[in-house]
Protein backbone atom coordinates (compact mmCIF):
# COMPACT_ATOMS: atom_id res chain seq x y z
CA UNK A 1 0.00 0.00 0.00
CA UNK A 2 2.63 2.26 0.88
CA UNK A 3 4.98 1.51 -1.98
CA UNK A 4 1.76 2.60 -4.04
CA UNK A 5 1.51 6.01 -2.94
CA UNK A 6 5.61 6.40 -3.21
CA UNK A 7 5.29 5.33 -7.09
CA UNK A 8 2.27 7.20 -7.82
CA UNK A 9 3.47 10.81 -9.74
CA UNK A 10 3.07 13.27 -7.29
CA UNK A 11 2.12 16.97 -7.60
CA UNK A 12 4.13 19.36 -8.84
CA UNK A 13 4.36 21.66 -5.96
CA UNK A 14 5.36 18.94 -3.85
CA UNK A 15 9.32 19.17 -4.63
CA UNK A 16 8.26 23.43 -3.80
CA UNK A 17 7.36 22.47 -0.13
CA UNK A 18 10.57 20.20 0.17
CA UNK A 19 12.49 22.87 -0.86
CA UNK A 20 11.43 25.20 1.25
CA UNK A 21 11.64 22.89 4.46
CA UNK A 22 15.57 22.24 3.53
CA UNK A 23 16.15 25.96 3.01
CA UNK A 24 14.96 26.15 6.16
CA UNK A 25 16.53 23.88 8.13
CA UNK A 26 20.03 25.24 6.19
CA UNK A 27 19.29 28.67 7.31
CA UNK A 28 18.41 27.98 11.00
CA UNK A 29 21.81 26.04 10.88
CA UNK A 30 24.03 29.05 9.08
CA UNK A 31 24.47 27.07 5.90
CA UNK A 32 23.68 27.67 2.21
CA UNK A 33 23.20 25.22 -0.51
CA UNK A 34 25.16 24.71 -3.15
CA UNK A 35 26.26 21.84 -5.36
CA UNK A 36 29.15 23.25 -7.15
CA UNK A 37 30.79 23.67 -3.86
CA UNK A 38 31.47 20.12 -3.85
CA UNK A 39 33.91 19.92 -6.38
CA UNK A 40 35.77 22.57 -4.59
CA UNK A 41 35.70 20.54 -1.27
CA UNK A 42 36.63 17.01 -3.42
CA UNK A 43 39.28 18.62 -5.10
CA UNK A 44 41.00 20.00 -1.51
CA UNK A 45 40.08 16.66 0.11
CA UNK A 46 42.46 15.06 -2.86
CA UNK A 47 45.21 17.84 -2.21
CA UNK A 48 44.58 20.42 -4.52
CA UNK A 49 44.98 22.65 -1.81
CA UNK A 50 48.45 22.37 -1.55
CA UNK A 51 49.24 23.53 -5.50
CA UNK A 52 45.99 26.21 -5.78
CA UNK A 53 44.87 28.71 -2.93
CA UNK A 54 41.39 28.22 -3.90
CA UNK A 55 41.18 25.17 -2.86
CA UNK A 56 43.31 25.11 0.19
CA UNK A 57 40.28 25.85 2.78
CA UNK A 58 39.06 23.89 5.99
CA UNK A 59 37.39 21.14 3.96
CA UNK A 60 35.82 19.48 6.79
CA UNK A 61 33.12 22.05 7.01
CA UNK A 62 31.52 20.78 4.13
CA UNK A 63 31.17 17.69 4.79
CA UNK A 64 27.52 17.90 5.52
CA UNK A 65 27.28 19.34 1.79
CA UNK A 66 28.84 16.16 0.53
CA UNK A 67 26.15 13.58 2.57
CA UNK A 68 23.59 16.15 0.33
CA UNK A 69 25.39 15.24 -2.48
CA UNK A 70 25.65 11.28 -1.80
CA UNK A 71 21.92 11.08 -0.52
CA UNK A 72 20.86 12.70 -3.34
CA UNK A 73 23.31 10.36 -5.81
CA UNK A 74 21.72 7.64 -3.47
CA UNK A 75 17.84 8.42 -3.20
CA UNK A 76 18.26 9.07 -7.54
CA UNK A 77 19.67 6.06 -7.85
CA UNK A 78 16.75 4.02 -5.95
CA UNK A 79 13.64 6.38 -7.29
CA UNK A 80 14.89 5.04 -10.39
CA UNK A 81 15.28 1.69 -10.22
CA UNK A 82 13.21 0.48 -7.11
CA UNK A 83 10.54 3.27 -7.30
CA UNK A 84 9.37 4.88 -10.90
CA UNK A 85 6.97 3.08 -13.00
CA UNK A 86 8.26 1.92 -16.44
CA UNK A 87 5.65 3.65 -18.15
CA UNK A 88 6.80 6.51 -20.45
CA UNK A 89 6.72 10.47 -19.38
CA UNK A 90 4.47 12.37 -20.82
CA UNK A 91 5.44 15.75 -23.41
CA UNK A 92 3.21 17.48 -24.93
CA UNK A 93 3.08 17.00 -28.80
CA UNK A 94 4.58 20.32 -29.23
CA UNK A 95 7.35 19.64 -26.95
CA UNK A 96 8.14 16.39 -28.69
CA UNK A 97 7.52 18.34 -32.20
CA UNK A 98 10.36 20.50 -30.92
CA UNK A 99 12.85 17.87 -29.79
CA UNK A 100 11.70 16.00 -33.83
CA UNK A 101 13.24 19.52 -35.11
CA UNK A 102 16.63 19.72 -33.02
CA UNK A 103 17.10 15.96 -34.14
CA UNK A 104 16.55 14.23 -30.96
CA UNK A 105 14.08 11.59 -30.73
CA UNK A 106 11.68 11.28 -27.66
CA UNK A 107 12.10 7.68 -26.65
CA UNK A 108 9.84 8.16 -23.56
CA UNK A 109 12.69 8.40 -21.15
CA UNK A 110 13.67 11.52 -18.96
CA UNK A 111 17.24 11.37 -20.50
CA UNK A 112 17.19 11.18 -24.17
CA UNK A 113 19.47 8.26 -26.23
CA UNK A 114 20.04 10.65 -29.06
CA UNK A 115 22.20 12.97 -25.92
CA UNK A 116 23.14 10.33 -23.09
CA UNK A 117 23.82 7.25 -24.13
CA UNK A 118 27.25 5.69 -24.93
CA UNK A 119 26.30 5.31 -28.52
CA UNK A 120 25.90 9.21 -28.82
CA UNK A 121 29.30 9.21 -27.87
CA UNK A 122 30.71 8.17 -30.90
CA UNK A 123 28.60 11.36 -32.72
CA UNK A 124 31.35 14.31 -32.67
CA UNK A 125 28.92 16.60 -33.14
CA UNK A 126 26.75 15.24 -29.79
CA UNK A 127 30.36 14.91 -28.02
CA UNK A 128 31.28 18.26 -28.57
CA UNK A 129 28.19 19.91 -27.97
CA UNK A 130 28.27 18.19 -24.26
CA UNK A 131 32.33 19.11 -23.60
CA UNK A 132 31.32 22.70 -24.81
CA UNK A 133 28.25 22.97 -22.73
CA UNK A 134 30.29 21.12 -19.33
CA UNK A 135 32.99 23.60 -20.08
CA UNK A 136 30.58 26.55 -20.23
CA UNK A 137 28.60 25.54 -16.96
CA UNK A 138 32.00 24.96 -14.76
CA UNK A 139 33.12 28.28 -16.13
CA UNK A 140 29.74 29.63 -15.53
CA UNK A 141 29.41 28.31 -11.94
CA UNK A 142 32.83 29.31 -10.71
CA UNK A 143 33.10 32.93 -12.46
CA UNK A 144 29.34 33.48 -11.15
CA UNK A 145 30.29 32.02 -7.69
CA UNK A 146 27.77 29.58 -7.01
CA UNK A 147 25.86 27.45 -9.57
CA UNK A 148 22.08 27.96 -10.30
CA UNK A 149 21.01 25.67 -7.35
CA UNK A 150 22.94 27.97 -5.26
CA UNK A 151 21.90 31.12 -6.42
CA UNK A 152 18.57 30.34 -7.50
CA UNK A 153 17.26 28.13 -4.27
CA UNK A 154 19.97 29.56 -1.65
CA UNK A 155 20.72 33.37 -2.51
CA UNK A 156 17.30 34.35 -3.51
CA UNK A 157 15.92 32.78 -0.51
CA UNK A 158 18.22 35.09 1.31
CA UNK A 159 18.09 38.12 -0.69
CA UNK A 160 21.27 38.27 -1.69
CA UNK A 161 21.63 41.03 -4.85
CA UNK A 162 24.26 38.75 -6.47
CA UNK A 163 22.24 36.08 -6.83
CA UNK A 164 19.04 37.87 -8.91
CA UNK A 165 21.74 38.85 -11.44
CA UNK A 166 22.98 35.62 -11.60
CA UNK A 167 19.35 33.71 -12.45
CA UNK A 168 18.59 36.63 -14.42
CA UNK A 169 21.88 35.99 -16.41
CA UNK A 170 20.98 32.50 -16.53
CA UNK A 171 17.61 32.57 -17.93
CA UNK A 172 19.07 35.16 -20.09
CA UNK A 173 21.18 32.72 -21.32
CA UNK A 174 19.34 30.08 -21.66
CA UNK A 175 17.07 32.43 -23.78
CA UNK A 176 20.10 32.83 -26.34
CA UNK A 177 21.17 29.19 -26.31
CA UNK A 178 17.44 27.91 -27.27
CA UNK A 179 16.75 30.44 -29.68
CA UNK A 180 19.97 32.13 -31.30
CA UNK A 181 22.67 29.04 -30.85
CA UNK A 182 21.16 25.97 -31.05
CA UNK A 183 18.91 26.54 -34.32
CA UNK A 184 22.65 26.55 -36.08
CA UNK A 185 24.18 24.19 -34.40
CA UNK A 186 20.84 21.55 -35.17
Known amino acids: MMIDFIKQPWPWYFSG???VL????????????????????????????????FFDFKWKDQ???LMFLAGSILGGFIATHYLSEPAPIKLSAATIADLKQLGVKFDGGLNPADLF????????????????????????????????SGHAISGLSNLQLPSLVAV???????LIMTFLIMPFIF
Open 117 to 148: SLEAMKDLKTLGILLIGGLLVGFGSRYAGGCT
Open 168 to 174: IGFFIGG
Open 17 to 19: IMI
Open 22 to 53: IMLILLFFGKSFGFSANLRTICSIAGAGKKVK
Open 63 to 65: VWN
